[in-house]
């Protein structure tokens, strides 16, 4: 789980272009600065993160539960 969390923080340029249907040299260039999307790779773009946020929101939650000390019978 760790390494699928580290893997949607930190993706590849590469990864992030094909998702987005783009060169990854295009892609490159807007993290340079050298380019400026278009308004609808640009929303691609937010929707590719959003969905990697939300993926990443999913495994930190998983990890979390693994953390914690299971409940004594007294308890429940």
């Known amino acids: ?6 893997q949607i923080v930190t993706p590849s340029l590469r990864d992030i272009a094909r998702e987005i249907g783009m060169s990854y040299h295009a892609v490159r260039q807007y ?3 050298e380019r400026t999307p278009a308004p609808a790779v640009l ?3 937010a929707q590719v ?6 993926e990443l929101v999913a495994v930190a939650e998983h990890l979390e539960r693994g ?10």
């Open 67 to 76: 953390t914690r000390k299971p409940k004594r019978q007294e308890d429940a």
């Open 49 to 54: 993160l959003r969905r990697r946020a939300a």
């Open 43 to 45: 929303h691609r773009l």
């Open 1 to 6: 789980m760790l390494r699928k969390a580290l």
């Open 31 to 33: 993290r340079l600065g």
